[in-house]
């Protein structure tokens, strides 16, 4: 880990020692979940006419041609382009970035042979600076499927040129990240642009008719939940002699914490999420502990568990974990006073267990020809660029990402940290410069919280 990280960690935590944090906040966060409920009790249901439920139809409404570029040309970023095409009538991708030329060329081919795609090399642009040549094109939307680390600078940069954005997740990995992100999603809606994050869950069927119940009160005010993703190993990508250091980190963006901001930002983020967009509620600090059983190689930890209280005592237990040959699955049960969603099924239960409601999975196979998620998110882009209507959810989903940041912040130090701390931070991942070139890689150390035995008190 670079010293610049080391500084910017030890600086907003050491705040919280002089406000007492430890000693205060510590206990109150973690019993805070005993108070008497009654005593404050929490306004969370909405009216449905208040909220956004996208209507998610099999395919975007007809209207003006609308040209893409594309930033990133990895499985990820491929895939988004087939969505995308996918959505609606008279789209098109025109142009492709990526940092590598063989990602780019790869791409390009995939783009070719399975949506008759032929891009042009006038349209292929290759380097860091890549995504600044996309977004000054004529286009008027741009997809953002990079490596995490890039995210909110590529989005700010699209918003700021006056593009419409698709951008993957997460919205950002650190503070700085956080900030820039979420100050371009309010310049978009001021200027009428729609940003699309790729959380995609709230564009799924499955989902947002939950949503609709839970507002609707079926399972009471939420007074907990629990959100969980266990897989197996990252990517491992073996280096190649010719690579630098830099490139090698980036191309195997899994394993470094730098580049994917580790596996709360990178997987867990998706039930974070969930969690934020159902309850409605400002998250007030996390108490987490992660650490590496399995890997062997980058500096990121494959496991992490944390705790997350939210505003009116409501408290979030997570876990996420990434090693072969264990028990995997990944979902969220939400408690209210009433019972409590579970994501297996889609089902509200009561108290007693009995389910009330299940999605009708049946019903949904008549009525609609399109369930996949991934393009029905594209498909409500697009319906909102070609009705001149602002989607406006991003902000909501850049609170997710930092959410995720403050659980993996209090993981690397032993600390709980708060919301307060990492609005203001000056946590900044990202290398002071950036380049292909060698580095020493002993400053990306694997985080350790705390001191060692026989260490100093």
């Known amino acids: 880990m670079s010293s610049n990280m080391k500084l910017t960690r030890r600086g907003f935590l050491s705040g919280a ?96 042979q399975g949506k008759n795609v032929d891009i042009p090399d006038e349209m292929c642009f290759i380097g860091f600076d890549a995504y600044k040549k996309i977004c000054e094109l004529p286009v008027d939307l741009v997809l953002i499927a990079s490596p995490n680390c890039f995210h909110s600078e590529q989005m700010k940069y699209a918003v700021e040129h006056g593009k419409h954005v698709f951008v993957e997740k997460p919205a950002a990995i650190d503070s700085v990240g956080y900030r820039s992100f979420l100050a371009a999603a309010k310049q978009a809606v001021n200027v009428g642009l729609s940003v699309m994050p790729g959380t995609q869950y709230r564009f799924d069927r499955r989902f947002v008719a939950s949503y609709r119940k839970v507002q609707e009160g079926l399972i009471g005010n939420i007074v907990s939940g629990y959100v969980y993703y266990h897989t197996g190993r990252d990517q491992f990508i073996v280096r190649r002699p010719e690579w630098t250091d830099m490139e090698y980190m980036i191309r195997g963006h899994f394993n470094w914490n730098w580049v994917n901001g580790d596996q709360i930002s990178n997987m867990l983020i998706h039930w974070i999420d969930v969690f934020n967009w159902f309850s409605h509620l400002k998250p007030i600090n996390a108490i987490g502990y992660g650490s590496r059983i399995r890997k062997n190689i980058g500096n990121v930890y494959d496991n992490f568990s944390m705790h997350f209280e939210y505003e ?73 660029i070609r009705k001149g209507k602002v989607l406006k959810v991003a902000e909501s989903v850049a609170m997710s990402a930092l959410t995720a940041v403050m659980a993996r912040e209090s993981a690397y130090t032993g600390k709980i940290c708060t919301w307060d701390q990492m609005v203001t931070s000056d946590l900044n991942m990202l290398p002071k410069e950036m380049a292909l070139m060698n580095v020493d890689l002993k400053q990306y150390e694997v985080p350790l919280p705390g001191i060692p035995y026989g260490g100093d008190l």
């Not at 205060?24 to 439920?53: F, R």
């Not at 969505?83 to 492709?96: G, W, Y």
């Not at 408290?315 to 006073?337: F, Y």
């Open 17 to 112: 020692a002089s406000i007492g944090l430890g000693s205060t906040l510590g206990t109150n966060a973690l019993l805070s979940s005993c108070v008497d409920k009654d005593k404050d009790k929490q306004i969370l249901l909405h009216p449905i006419n208040e909220l956004y439920i996208p209507e998610l139809p099999d395919k975007a409404m007809d209207g003006r041609p609308l040209k893409a570029a594309l930033i990133g040309c990895g499985g990820r970023g491929i895939g988004a382009a087939f969505n995308f095409l996918d959505a609606a009538n008279d789209v098109s991708i025109v142009a492709l970035a990526d940092l590598f030329p063989d990602k780019l060329g790869a791409g390009r081919q995939r783009l070719k």
């Open 312 to 384: 009116r005592g409501v408290t979030v237990e997570g876990m996420v974990r990434r090693i072969d040959g264990c028990d995997n699955g990944a979902g969220a049960i939400i408690h209210g006073e009433k019972g409590s969603w579970h994501s297996c099924d889609f089902s509200i239960r009561d108290r007693n267990g009995y389910k009330i409601w299940q999605y009708d999975e049946e019903a949904a196979k008549n009525e609609f020809k399109v369930h996949d998620m991934y393009t029905l998110e594209h498909i409500m882009l697009i319906d909102h």
